[in-house]
T-cell receptor
């Protein structure tokens, strides 16, 4: 178990630029989640995958956000035309199956700063 | 829809005294409930989980939580606080509302431990 890996750890970008984050889950886990966390708040759900299928997406999520998980392995989260309000910690988590009550294994996150 | 409310944003205790972190949940189903801990500059880690077995759940580092359906509560306790317990604690609820189990986090409680 090598854990959940996220890259980069930090990303600084200018408003209007596109950014992409990568998450490598634990290899045998088929569920992958993306959350966003701002200072003083709990993680907020963005989207999740079961294998390569994106099964749920938060209704609060702007269409500037897109996520993929090709071949059910690693996942990428892209934010287009970044805004200052996108500044946050982006967390990835994975879990095994059956996943109804499996614990989430979290990565260390990608801290995004939009200037 | 599921939700969770952490009643205190900060809890301050002296080392060696009991810890109580309060959590109330809302769910139309029999939910799974979790407590996660986040130490500064570290990833989220599972403390314990409740999944409809014993109502008193024991976790790591001496923490435990009791599920009380009548009160819709899942409070986290520890008999004696240690300096290393200082961290952010998140209560999490997960149920099949909407057809998917999406863990929903509370806003967090910051535990401060004084020497």
């Amino acid at each position: 178990d090598t854990g959940v890996s996220q890259n980069p750890r930090h990303k600084i970008t200018k408003r209007g630029q596109n950014v992409t984050f990568r998450c490598d889950p634990i290899s045998e886990h088929n569920r992958l989640y993306w959350y966003r966390q701002t200072l003083g708040q709990g993680p907020e759900f963005l989207t999740y995958f079961q294998n390569e299928a994106q099964l749920e997406k938060s209704r609060l999520l702007s269409d500037r956000f897109s996520a993929e998980r090709p071949k059910g392995s690693f996942s990428t989260l892209e934010i287009q035309r970044t805004e200052q309000g996108d500044s946050a910690m982006y967390l990835c988590a994975s879990s095994g199956t059956p996943a109804t009550n499996e614990k989430l294994f979290f990565g260390s996150g990608t801290q995004l700063s939009v200037l | 829809a599921q939700s969770v409310t952490q009643l205190d944003s900060h809890v301050s205790v002296s080392e060696g005294t009991p810890v109580l972190l309060r959590c109330n949940y809302s769910s139309s189903y029999s939910p799974s409930l979790f407590w996660y801990v986040q130490h500064p500059n570290k990833g989220l880690q599972l403390l314990l989980k409740y999944t409809s077995a014993a109502t008193l759940v024991k976790g790591i580092n001496g923490f435990e939580a009791e599920f009380k359906k009548s009160e819709t509560s899942f409070h986290l306790t520890k008999p004696s606080a240690h300096m290393s317990d200082a961290a952010e604690y998140f209560c999490v609820v997960s149920d099949p509302s909407g057809g998917s189990y999406i863990p929903t986090f509370g806003r967090g409680t910051s535990l401060i431990v004084h020497p």
